[in-house]
C-alpha cells in the first residue's frame, strides 16, 4: 500500500509541477525581433541584404550572441526574451564595390515584434578596393562549373537514421564523409546511382575531428572520379575569413546541387559559414573560390523546429590526418562486399497518378495492421501512403522519403501503448478517495530491429530505416520503418513471418504471420511498381 500511495503522490506532484511550468513559461513571454537589410545604388531598387549574417547581443552581455542569417530577400527573425539589445554586422556585406556595416541599438518589448531596417543609411561605409585575391572578391570558378565537374563523385550515404552525401577520394574506394553520420550506425550502405548501391565499411572515424573514412568495393565505382586532396604540408589550401566558398550538396532522392557562401569563423580543423543546403547533405565537398578542394559540410540538425544557420565545413586538414589512418587500416583489413543492395524501383509515379488511385480505391485507406505482444505493425503501400501524406502521417526524420512516393513497400512497426500494473493500482486507489483519474499508458520499449522472412529466405530491405518520433518534451520514441522492393512479398513466399526485436530484450523475438488473404491484397496493390515477376524461390 505505501508504494500506491507513493505512486499517486508522484502523479499529483507532477500535474503540480506543470501547472507551475505554465505559470513560468506565462511570465517569460519572450518576443519577436524582425530585421531588414537592404542597400543599392543611389537612387536605385534595393538590390542586396540576402544572406546577411548579423550578431545580436543583450545589454549588458549575459551569453553568447544570438545570430541571425537573413533570407534571400533581405529579411531575418529571431526569438529573444525582453530586454536592450545590441545587433551588429558579423563581417562586412560586400555590394557594387563598396563594403556595409551595421550596429543598432533595440529594445524587444514582451510579446513585442519591433522591426529593425539596416539601409544604407544607416550603415557604415567603405571602400571595398577588392582584388581577385582579396577575400570576399568574386568566384575565380563558377560554382555550377563546378557542380559539372564533380557532382560524379559524390555517393549517397545510408543509415538506419540518417541520409548524407559522401565524396569519393580514391579509386581504391574510399568515400569520406563526416563521423555524425555513421555513429553508430548498425548497416552502412553507400549508393553511387539509382541502380547501384553496396555494403560499406568504415576504415576509420574521429569523433573529435568529425570525419569518417569509409571503404567501397572498389569495381562499384566504374568510372567515378576521385575529388583531389591535398595532404602534403604547405601544399595544403589556404582559406582566410571572408573568402567566397561553394559547396556541392545531394539532398534526399534528388539530384546534386550547389550553393555558394562566405567565411565566417575558422580554426584549425573547420570553418564557418552559411550555405542554403538541407540536414541530409551533410558531408558533400567545398570548394574555394579557385577550385581547389577545402573540406566536407556539416549541416546542423532541426532542433525544437528551429535550425542552426551556420553550416560547419570539416577543413581538409583534419580529413588527412584520418585519412592516414584509413590508409593504414586498409592494408590488413578484410575487403569490402560486392554484393549489390536492393534499391527503389527507378519508375516516377506522379501524384496524379497517386491521386486517381485514391479515389478509385474501395474501403479503407487505413493500411492493414499485424500486432505481436509488444509492437504494431502496419503495411503501407505507395496508394495509401500517399492518402496518409496528405492527412499529415508523420514518419520522423523520414517524412520527406516517404513523402517522395517511392513506389516501394513500408513495414511500420511501433511500439504499443501500455498502462503498467502500479498505475493502475494507484489509479484505483484515487478512485476510492473519490479522485477519477485517466488511464495514464506509457509506450512500450522501442524498436530494435526486425526479421523478414519470405519462405525460410530472409528479405534484405532497401532501408532497414529507424525512425525517432518525439511524442512529448520529454521523451521519444525508437519505430521501425523497414522498406521493401514492390516484389518482395506476395503469395510466391508461400508464408510471411516478420520477427521483431525490441531494445529492452534485443535477442528475443516476437512473431508474427501474414495470412494468405493479406499477402495477395498487397500483392495487388503492389503490381503497378513491379516491372518484373518474382524470382523462383
Same mark, same amino acid.
Given at each position: 500500500?505505501?508504494? =500506491?500511495?507513493?505512486?499517486?503522490?508522484?502523479?499529483?506532484?507532477?500535474?503540480?509541477?506543470?501547472?507551475?511550468?505554465?505559470?513560468?513559461?506565462?511570465?517569460?513571454?519572450?518576443?519577436?525581433?524582425?530585421?531588414?537589410?537592404? &542597400?543599392?545604388?543611389?537612387?536605385?531598387?534595393?538590390?542586396?541584404?540576402? %544572406?546577411?549574417?548579423?550578431?545580436?547581443?543583450?545589454?549588458?552581455?549575459?551569453?553568447?550572441?544570438? %545570430?541571425?542569417?537573413?533570407?534571400?530577400?533581405?529579411?531575418?527573425?529571431?526569438?529573444?526574451?525582453?530586454?536592450?539589445?545590441?545587433?551588429?554586422?558579423?563581417?562586412?556585406?560586400?555590394?557594387?564595390?563598396?563594403?556595409?556595416?551595421?550596429?543598432?541599438? @533595440?529594445?524587444?518589448?514582451?510579446?513585442?515584434?519591433?522591426?529593425?531596417?539596416?539601409?544604407?543609411?544607416?550603415?557604415?561605409?567603405?571602400?571595398?578596393?577588392?582584388?581577385?585575391?582579396?577575400?570576399?572578391?568574386?568566384?575565380?570558378?563558377?560554382?555550377?562549373?563546378?557542380?559539372?565537374?564533380?557532382?560524379?563523385?559524390?555517393?549517397?550515404?545510408?543509415?538506419?537514421?540518417? +541520409?548524407?552525401?559522401?565524396?569519393?577520394?580514391?579509386?581504391?574506394?574510399?568515400?569520406?564523409?563526416?563521423?555524425?553520420?555513421?555513429?553508430?550506425? /548498425?548497416?552502412?550502405?553507400?549508393?553511387?546511382?539509382?541502380? !547501384?548501391?553496396?555494403?560499406?565499411?568504415?576504415?576509420?572515424?574521429?569523433?573529435?575531428?568529425?570525419?569518417?573514412?569509409? %571503404?567501397?568495393?572498389?569495381?562499384?565505382?566504374?568510372?567515378?572520379?576521385?575529388?583531389?586532396?591535398?595532404?602534403?604540408?604547405?601544399? !595544403?589550401?589556404?582559406?582566410?575569413?571572408?573568402?567566397?566558398?561553394?559547396?556541392?550538396?545531394?539532398?534526399?532522392?534528388?539530384?546534386?546541387?550547389?550553393?555558394?557562401?562566405?567565411?565566417?569563423?575558422?580554426?584549425?580543423?573547420?570553418?564557418? /559559414? &552559411?550555405?542554403?543546403?538541407?540536414?541530409? *547533405?551533410?558531408?558533400?565537398?567545398?570548394?574555394?573560390?579557385?577550385?581547389?578542394?577545402?573540406?566536407?559540410?556539416?549541416?546542423?540538425?532541426?532542433?525544437?523546429?528551429?535550425?542552426?544557420?551556420?553550416?560547419?565545413?570539416?577543413?581538409?586538414?583534419?580529413?588527412?590526418? =584520418?585519412?592516414?589512418?584509413?590508409? /593504414?587500416?586498409?592494408?590488413?583489413?578484410?575487403?569490402?562486399?560486392?554484393?549489390?543492395? #536492393?534499391?527503389?524501383?527507378?519508375?516516377?509515379?506522379?501524384?496524379?497518378?497517386?491521386?486517381?488511385?485514391?479515389?478509385?480505391?474501395?474501403?479503407?485507406?487505413?493500411?492493414?495492421? =499485424? *500486432?505481436?505482444?509488444?509492437?504494431?505493425?502496419?503495411?503501407?503501400?505507395?496508394?495509401?501512403?500517399?492518402?496518409?501524406?496528405?492527412?499529415?502521417?508523420?514518419?520522423?526524420?523520414?517524412?520527406?522519403?516517404?513523402?517522395? +512516393?517511392?513506389? &516501394?513497400?513500408?513495414?511500420?512497426?511501433?511500439?504499443?501503448?501500455?498502462?503498467?500494473?502500479?498505475?493502475?493500482?494507484?489509479?484505483?486507489?484515487?478512485?476510492?478517495?473519490? @479522485?477519477?483519474?485517466? $488511464?495514464?499508458? %506509457?509506450?512500450?520499449?522501442?524498436?530494435?530491429?526486425?526479421?523478414?522472412?519470405?519462405?525460410?529466405?530472409? &528479405?534484405?530491405? @532497401?532501408?532497414?530505416?529507424?525512425?525517432?518520433?518525439?511524442?512529448?518534451?520529454?521523451?521519444?520514441?525508437?519505430?521501425?520503418?523497414?522498406?521493401?522492393?514492390?516484389?518482395?512479398?506476395?503469395?510466391?513466399?508461400?508464408?510471411?513471418?516478420?520477427?521483431?526485436?525490441?531494445?529492452?530484450?534485443?535477442?528475443?523475438?516476437? *512473431?508474427?504471420?501474414?495470412?494468405?488473404?493479406?499477402?495477395?491484397?498487397?500483392?495487388?496493390?503492389?503490381?503497378?511498381?513491379?516491372?518484373? #515477376?518474382? $524470382?523462383?524461390?
Amino acid at each position: 500500500m505505501a508504494r =500506491v500511495r507513493a505512486v499517486l503522490a508522484g502523479l499529483m506532484a507532477a500535474a503540480s509541477l506543470a501547472a507551475t511550468s505554465a505559470e513560468a513559461g506565462a511570465q517569460q513571454q519572450t518576443g519577436v525581433l524582425h530585421v531588414t537589410v537592404r &542597400v543599392g545604388p543611389a537612387g536605385g531598387a534595393a538590390t542586396a541584404g540576402g %544572406r546577411h549574417v548579423l550578431l545580436v547581443s543583450d545589454n549588458p552581455p549575459s551569453r553568447s550572441p544570438w %545570430r541571425i542569417v537573413t533570407a534571400p530577400d533581405g529579411t531575418g527573425k529571431v526569438t529573444l526574451p525582453p530586454g536592450n539589445y545590441t545587433v551588429e554586422s558579423d563581417a562586412p556585406l560586400i555590394f557594387e564595390g563598396r563594403t556595409y556595416e551595421w550596429r543598432e541599438i @533595440i529594445d524587444v518589448p514582451a510579446g513585442g515584434t519591433p522591426l529593425l531596417e539596416l539601409t544604407a543609411a544607416n550603415a557604415e561605409v567603405g571602400e571595398a578596393n577588392l582584388t581577385p585575391d582579396t577575400p570576399g572578391a568574386p568566384q575565380k570558378t563558377d560554382p555550377w562549373e563546378l557542380l559539372v565537374r564533380w557532382q560524379d563523385s559524390l555517393v549517397a550515404v545510408w543509415t538506419p537514421t540518417t +541520409h548524407a552525401a559522401g565524396v569519393v577520394l580514391s579509386r581504391t574506394g574510399l568515400i569520406a564523409t563526416t563521423q555524425r553520420v555513421v555513429a553508430g550506425a /548498425t548497416r552502412l550502405d553507400v549508393q553511387i546511382s539509382p541502380a !547501384r548501391k553496396v555494403a560499406a565499411q568504415v576504415l576509420a572515424a574521429d569523433e573529435a575531428r568529425n570525419v569518417a573514412i569509409l %571503404r567501397i568495393d572498389p569495381a562499384s565505382l566504374g568510372t567515378r572520379e576521385a575529388v583531389p586532396i591535398t595532404c602534403e604540408g604547405t601544399a !595544403r589550401p589556404v582559406v582566410d575569413r571572408g573568402q567566397a566558398i561553394s559547396a556541392i550538396g545531394l539532398p534526399l532522392r534528388r539530384q546534386p546541387t550547389t550553393t555558394t557562401g562566405t567565411v565566417i569563423r575558422l580554426d584549425a580543423s573547420t570553418l564557418g /559559414t &552559411v550555405f542554403d543546403l538541407p540536414p541530409d *547533405s551533410s558531408g558533400g565537398p567545398v570548394f574555394a573560390a579557385d577550385g581547389a578542394f577545402i573540406g566536407l559540410t556539416s549541416v546542423a540538425a532541426l532542433i525544437d523546429g528551429a535550425e542552426d544557420p551556420e553550416t560547419t565545413v570539416v577543413r581538409v586538414d583534419a580529413m588527412c590526418d =584520418v585519412l592516414a589512418v584509413a590508409n /593504414t587500416t586498409a592494408a590488413t583489413a578484410a575487403p569490402p562486399t560486392a554484393t549489390l543492395r #536492393p534499391v527503389e524501383p527507378t519508375d516516377v509515379v506522379t501524384e496524379d497518378a497517386l491521386r486517381a488511385a485514391v479515389q478509385q480505391r474501395r474501403g479503407s485507406l487505413e493500411p492493414p495492421r =499485424v *500486432s505481436s505482444s509488444s509492437f504494431e505493425i502496419d503495411l503501407i503501400s505507395p496508394v495509401v501512403a500517399f492518402a496518409g501524406m496528405q492527412a499529415s502521417m508523420d514518419f520522423g526524420q523520414w517524412t520527406r522519403y516517404v513523402a517522395d +512516393h517511392p513506389g &516501394v513497400l513500408l513495414l511500420r512497426v511501433a511500439p504499443k501503448l501500455s498502462e503498467s500494473l502500479w498505475m493502475k493500482v494507484a489509479r484505483g486507489a484515487a478512485l476510492t478517495q473519490g @479522485i477519477a483519474l485517466p $488511464p495514464i499508458k %506509457r509506450y512500450e520499449p522501442g524498436f530494435a530491429r526486425m526479421r523478414v522472412l519470405c519462405g525460410t529466405a530472409e &528479405v534484405v530491405p @532497401i532501408h532497414p530505416f529507424v525512425v525517432q518520433r518525439r511524442v512529448s518534451e520529454t521523451s521519444a520514441i525508437r519505430e521501425g520503418l523497414y522498406v521493401l522492393t514492390p516484389d518482395a512479398l506476395g503469395p510466391h513466399c508461400g508464408a510471411v513471418t516478420l520477427e521483431v526485436f525490441s531494445e529492452k530484450a534485443p535477442d528475443t523475438r516476437e *512473431s508474427v504471420s501474414l495470412d494468405a488473404t493479406l499477402l495477395q491484397r498487397l500483392w495487388d496493390e503492389l503490381a503497378p511498381y513491379r516491372r518484373q #515477376p518474382p $524470382p523462383d524461390r
